[in-house]
């Protein structure tokens, strides 16, 4: 179903390896993008919030803040010196490497956003209104949380 296959790009979006890190990214949201018209209320509530925001952009944030500015070290692992890739300085931190994830995640929540963001605002609505449940609308709580994301 599609909601495992975004469990599991959100999965490899979190990987050590930028380059799967990147790419499940990328595919994710094109995933989003390209079937976000047959998303259901609940499914889009699911992936915004469980998927995106709290799946992968806190724990890319945190592993940005988390790791320091030295050059990569090269793992112990077995698997760490058998593709070990050679990078430019640009690009030669785990953190430099989180942030480019980061952006490339952010570019892609923006893309799904501007596509979407005035048809979920007038669903969420509409599911508020008619549920008994005086409840903030979903979609309001999601969008402070990546507005507080972006500052941070």
Do not use: P
Request: hydrophobic share 40%.
């Amino acid at each position: 179903t599609l909601d495992l296959v975004l469990s599991k790009l959100a999965y490899l979006a979190l990987d050590n390896r930028a380059e799967v890190r990147n790419c499940s990214v990328n595919t994710l949201f094109s995933c989003v993008v390209g079937l976000g018209d047959q998303f259901s209320n609940d499914q889009w509530e699911k992936c915004l919030n469980k998927t995106i925001l709290f799946g992968i952009m806190k724990h890319m944030s945190s592993a940005i803040n988390g790791t320091n500015g030295d050059s990569l070290k090269q793992n112990e692992s077995n698997e760490s010196q058998r593709y070990k890739v050679s990078v430019h300085h640009s690009r030669d931190s785990a953190s430099k490497q989180w942030s480019t994830t980061l952006v490339l995640a952010l570019r892609g929540l923006e893309r799904v956003l501007r596509l979407f963001f005035c048809r979920l605002l007038r669903k969420s609505i509409e599911v508020s209104q008619h549920s008994n449940q005086h409840r903030e609308v979903w979609l309001m709580t999601t969008w402070k949380e990546i507005l507080r994301m972006s500052f941070d």
